[in-house]
């Protein structure tokens, strides 16, 4: 039996299927992400170094200002967005893997054409919010670690630099296994401060006569 921890639902069908009902009605913004895109959005604020302001995400997600039933509703949708993204900082401080809401294979399938990469693209949304947080410290080591979120995301495909990584299909499909994985580690990266060496203890020094006094 494998020792990897079963990933973790970061919210239950129902829930999945409320938030999809109402991100694909009528009374969303069709430049709004859809579910797969959200679910990524809200996994990259659970990573992100720094926190987003709720009504900055809020407004970036839906793209102006939803048709709410009433306030009960908007309640409702605004507390099950909070609540997988909260669900997604528990998972990742406790070490566990998020489940992805797709299956984790391209099946010689673009990314860009796929829940994969629209999920991904979500994802580098949820970066675009507050980019100098994610690079200003280490700007190489983020994008290391960014490279198969923005490869898979097909944001980047036009870019020389990204041709022979998103060409490379095998590579690719390896990538999309790992994405839990990847998740995780730019969580630790970003979140979980390494740990500090404990100082060493002070040598006592001899006692004995001190030069110019007496004992």
């Not at 391209?106 to 054409?113: G, Y």
Request: proline share 10%.
């Amino acid at each position: 039996m494998s020792d990897t921890p079963l990933p973790e639902p970061l919210l239950d069908d129902d829930q999945l299927d409320r938030l999809d009902d109402f991100l694909a009605s009528e009374r969303v913004s069709e430049d709004a992400l859809d579910l797969i895109g959200t679910h990524g959005f809200l996994v990259a604020l659970a990573v992100s170094p720094r926190e987003v302001p709720p009504a900055t995400w809020v407004a970036e997600l839906f793209q102006g200002e939803p048709s709410f039933t009433d306030d009960g509703e908007r309640e409702s949708i605004l507390g099950l967005l909070e609540q997988l993204r909260h669900n997604a900082i528990v998972a990742l401080e406790q070490g566990l893997l998020p489940e992805l809401p797709f299956e984790l294979s391209l099946d010689d399938i673009s990314p860009e054409e796929t829940p994969i990469g629209d999920w991904c693209a979500g994802f580098m949304e949820g970066v675009f919010l507050d980019e100098p947080g994610w690079f200003e410290e280490d700007e190489e080591a983020a994008a290391t670690l960014l490279l198969p979120f923005m490869a898979l995301s097909g944001l980047f495909d036009d870019e020389p630099d990204m041709a022979e990584f998103t060409t490379d299909t095998a590579r690719l499909e390896g990538l999309v296994r790992q994405l839990p994985e990847l998740v995780l580690d730019l969580y630790l990266h970003y979140r979980v401060p390494p740990e500090t060496p404990k100082p060493m203890p002070r040598k006592k020094k001899p006692t004995g006569r001190r030069k110019g006094g007496k004992r």
